[in-house]
């Protein structure tokens, strides 16, 4: 049978049976029926992820009748969202209410609850991942049974707001949103040899702070978000975002990478190039549109959490392995932060982190340039995104997350009989 689903870098295919509830009462229905059944059970988001976490084995579970917010407090900012909502419609709706997520990753595609299930983040010293703003969330389990989950239960909290989909499906969250708030961004090239001895203090000074370092150059583009007040309206004008944003960064970056991939040897000179074209920016913006940008061309993507104190010599030890062999990478390595938290599985559980994450064009061979990134994390207990590429199994992963006994003791209670597993959870998680 031909693959009918697809992830979004085009890594991971399947044939399942697509099933569409149209409301959590069918949704749960639906889930208890198949467990009954013997079948197995993904809920399945945007398709984003990159590893086979969203990869359905028998049955997908598609949320997309499940979108829109059912209640909004804006003195409390808690904003009760059905868990198919995709980011961009959540984003808009939000900020038609005054209110705005505290951070947002680089894109909007996923659903909310795709995007907490891997633990997706952005970056800020003092902004953990997007887990965190989950007040609450309701689970239906294998058995049909359908369970608010919030602090009062510190167990099943600690393990459902970053789920993997392996305990249920989710069907609705609170979130704890802040009122809507605006972000000058300032981006500017810069020189590796520069930021690296500066980049905890760069860190800690402001809201958000990422920095892209392009391969076998010593160049990088830096990016620093911070709070302006509601009067400040620099925009970037339309020409310019669609130069920078699509044309440059989507339609001739594609175009080079597409021309490339028969020119190994080109792609380092040509990332000197890459880098010469951004120039120094600066706008200001409603948060979510300062934090997400389109992204056209496709794929691969392997990122790793690693105590922030590391990301100096994680990065210096890549920057030594590409010169040394003269590795084919086309894409910018992205570096980013963020605080700790106490969700089980999350990468930045007890953890205050940088983020480095390698890319590689879709059609070029990533593999000794992924394999030699995950070495050099390992050197410093980096625990890998779980929506992005890595070779780690359970047992590894069992010495990286001090909760996964615990987690796993939540899975076997919620699904002892493994209706949403599938064989990247058998993998992370054990059978
Ligand atoms: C171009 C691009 C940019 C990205 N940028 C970032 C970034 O800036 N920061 C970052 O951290 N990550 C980033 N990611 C990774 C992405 O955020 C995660 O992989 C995310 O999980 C994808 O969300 P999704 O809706 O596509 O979920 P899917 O990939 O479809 O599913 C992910 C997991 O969520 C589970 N799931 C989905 N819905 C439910 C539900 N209702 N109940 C229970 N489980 C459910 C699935 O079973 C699966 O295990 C990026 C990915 C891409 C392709």
């Keep these: 049978m031909s693959a009918t689903w697809t992830n979004w870098a085009g ?134 049974s359908s369970r608010w989950i919030d602090a009062s239960d510190p167990e099943l909290f600690g393990a459902a707001r970053l789920g993997l989909g392996a305990l249920g499906v989710i069907t609705e969250l609170e979130l704890a949103c802040l009122p809507a708030y605006r972000l000058r961004a300032v981006e500017r090239p810069d020189s590796l040899d520069t930021v690296l001895p500066r980049i905890q203090e760069l860190f800690d000074a402001h809201r958000h702070f990422e920095m892209y370092w392009f391969p076998g150059t010593r160049r990088v583009q830096t990016k620093a978000n911070d709070l302006v007040d509601d009067s400040v309206d620099e925009p970037l004008a339309p020409w310019r975002r669609r130069l920078d944003d699509e044309f440059l960064s989507n339609t001739v970056f594609g175009a080079a990478n597409r021309l490339l991939t028969g020119v190994p040897r080109a792609v380092l000179p040509f990332n000197e190039i890459a880098a010469r074209v951004l120039t120094e920016r600066t706008y200001t913006g409603p948060s979510h549109e300062v934090f997400c940008t389109p992204r056209t061309v496709r794929f691969l993507e392997s990122e790793y959490a690693v105590p922030r104190e590391a990301v100096a010599d994680v990065l210096t030890d890549l920057a030594a392995w590409v ?12 570096v980013r932060v963020a605080a700790p938290d106490d969700i089980w599985l999350s990468t930045g559980y007890e953890r205050a982190n940088a983020y480095i994450a390698v890319h590689q064009y879709h059609r070029a061979d990533h ?65």
């Design 367 to 431: 593999r000794e340039y992924f394999a030699a990134f995950e070495d050099i994390a390992a050197a410093h207990a980096g625990r890998p995104h779980w929506g992005k590429m890595h070779r780690l199994g359970a047992d590894e992963l069992a010495g990286l997350y001090p909760r996964m006994t615990d987690f796993r003791a939540v899975r076997d209670r919620l699904d002892p009989d493994r209706v949403l597993a599938n064989d990247y959870l058998t993998r992370v998680l054990g059978a």
């Design 11 to 144: 890594t991971v295919t399947a044939s399942p049976e697509v099933l569409r509830p149209r409301t959590p009462e069918a949704l749960a229905e639906t889930v208890r029926d198949a467990a009954a059944r013997g079948r197995r059970v993904k809920p399945v988001g945007s398709s984003h992820s990159f590893t086979a976490v969203a990869q359905p084995a028998d049955l997908q579970l598609s949320l997309e009748h499940l979108t829109g917010i059912v209640s909004a407090d804006r003195e409390t900012g808690r904003v009760r969202v059905l868990a198919g909502t995709p980011l961009r419609l959540l984003n808009q709706a939000l900020d038609l209410l005054g209110l705005a997520m505290p951070n947002l990753g680089d894109i909007d595609a996923q659903t909310i609850s795709g995007a907490l299930s891997t633990g997706t983040h952005g970056t800020g010293a003092t902004l953990p991942g997007l887990s965190a703003g989950i007040a609450g969330l309701r689970l239906v389990t294998p058995d049909g």
């Design 323 to 334: 010169e040394r062999r003269r590795e084919p990478v086309s894409f910018p390595v992205e």
